[in-house]
């Protein structure tokens, strides 16, 4: 009925709570193209963005009731699903190709290796490429510290620096 | 804690990244109470990603709403948790305003109507399901009954012998009744006790003729108390019943007979 009316966040997770089918067709029509760009920078395959994307938003519908507006937006909430269930499948991908060996220089390569940056990845090409490197491989690879400092050779504390620098630039980048 | 400080070390964007662990978020949450300015940079920070995110949107498959609308549909608990909220602060009723009752009258009104629209949609859902329910026991007692029916038929009709089947030595507690017409030529089993077999397999039955096995198909000791029917004999001198692979085999597997009986008493 209302479909295009603005719903605060509070609002729309109050009737989310309460089931309502109107309020979550508009939570579809209004986030599911901003998290499918944002999921499918991650794993660039759009049949396997759509299940994950299908995934976060009967997630939601399921979970709502742990949802808490005083934490976190609701986009936020959800991009964290997306992003945690494309990590998933990131991982599942890289252990099923770990048959074959690879150097680990090369998995570097190729993991900040983005053809076509879209959504959050056009922002980290303004970064340098050594940061925006081990922010992909945290960020968007789901690889731990302790991972990346044995993969690039240096200490943990140098690849904590190294995130830490990226994410105080992010702020400045999406201004 | 220097909270400026705090806030530029990063670690809202960390937090709403989701890249925080359970302790710095723990943390972050505690001070988000004690300080707004911190809230705020969060709240900011989620803006600006969400800005940017709307920005950099791509279309998702046209069909995929439809999928998800159905797939939440099955996914919506039958009882709706009754949930009224309450804003704090922002409206205020004025006590010698006659309208504000007026309204809180309406909003009650509402309420109540909306309370019976949801009760008697939600009785006559249920009915609905127990009606069906209903229908399908009548079902299932149906065929039964008319199972009952067919084996009374088969069992009082003059032409047919019965056959007890008695478990052998590999199985002494296996016990069957075939029913022969010998005038029709049908024949009928009723399992009595069958032990279960596992999936692969099934039980056999088998016509002796003049020492000679006849396969008379196959069945399984969960049709049990139920009358079942196998192929057609004109001539038995015994039957036997063997475990064989699902589906029956073209000869018995003389080791795994259960159980057998002779044709010669009538009754």
Redesign the interface.
């Given at each position: 009925v209302q479909t295009d009316s603005k719903y605060s966040d509070k609002e729309l997770a109050?009737l989310l709570?309460?089931?309502d089918?109107h309020a979550?067709?508009w939570l579809?029509?209004h986030y599911?193209?901003?998290?499918?760009?944002?999921i499918?920078q991650m794993l660039s395959n759009?049949e396997m963005?759509?299940e994950v994307?299908?995934k976060v938003?009967?997630d939601a519908?399921?979970n709502i009731q742990q949802y808490d507006a005083g934490?976190?937006?609701l986009?936020?909430w959800m991009?964290?699903m997306a992003?945690?269930l494309s990590v998933e499948v990131v991982r599942s991908v890289r252990s099923k190709n770990s048959t074959e060996p690879v150097s680990p220089k090369e998995s570097i390569e190729n993991s900040t290796h983005l053809l076509n940056p879209?959504?959050?990845a056009?922002?980290l090409h303004k970064l340098n490429p050594e940061d925006r490197a081990i922010f992909d491989l945290?960020?968007f690879k789901g690889y731990n510290t302790e991972e990346i400092a044995a993969m690039k050779s240096i200490s943990t504390v140098t690849v904590q620096e190294r995130?830490?620098k990226v994410?105080?630039r992010?702020?400045e980048l999406?201004? | 804690v220097n909270i400026q400080d705090y806030i530029s070390s990063g670690i809202v964007e960390k937090y709403v990244l989701g890249l925080a662990d359970a302790k710095e978020r723990e943390e972050f949450e505690r001070l988000s109470v004690q300080h707004p300015e911190l809230d705020r940079a969060r709240k900011e920070f989620e803006w600006a990603l969400e800005q940017h995110a709307l920005d950099n949107a791509l279309p998702p498959p046209a069909d995929l709403k439809q999928q998800i609308m159905d797939d939440i549909r099955a996914n919506t608990p039958v009882h709706k948790p009754k949930l009224i909220t309450m804003e704090n602060g922002k409206t205020t009723m004025r006590r010698n305003n006659p309208s504000g009752f007026l309204v809180a009258a309406s909003v009650i009104l509402l309420l109540g109507c909306g309370y019976f629209i949801y009760h008697f949609y939600s009785e006559a859902k249920t009915l609905k399901s127990s009606n069906s329910e209903l229908q399908a026991k009548l079902n299932s007692s149906d065929s039964i009954l008319n199972q009952i029916v067919a084996e009374q038929k088969v069992v009082k009709d003059s032409n047919v012998t019965v056959v007890n089947m008695v478990g052998t030595q590999v199985a002494p507690r296996s016990s069957a009744n075939v029913y022969w017409d010998s005038a029709s030529t049908n024949v009928y089993i009723v399992v009595r006790n069958m032990p279960k077999l596992p999936t692969e397999q099934q039980y056999q039955l088998w016509a002796l003729i003049d020492g000679k096995p006849k396969d008379l198909g196959v069945f399984d000791a969960t049709d049990d108390k139920v009358i079942i029917k196998m192929k057609n004999t004109q001539k038995a001198d015994a039957f036997a019943i063997t475990i064989e692979k699902k589906g029956g085999n073209p000869s018995p597997t003389l080791e795994k007979m259960q159980a057998m009986g002779n044709t010669k008493q009538k009754l």
């Open positions: 109050l709570k309460d089931h089918n979550f067709s579809y029509d599911s193209g901003a998290l499918y760009g944002f499918l759009t963005a759509s994307l299908q938003f009967v519908w399921r934490k976190e937006s986009f936020t991009v964290k992003h945690h879209i959504g959050f056009t922002i945290v960020y995130i830490q994410l105080l992010l702020r999406l201004k | -």
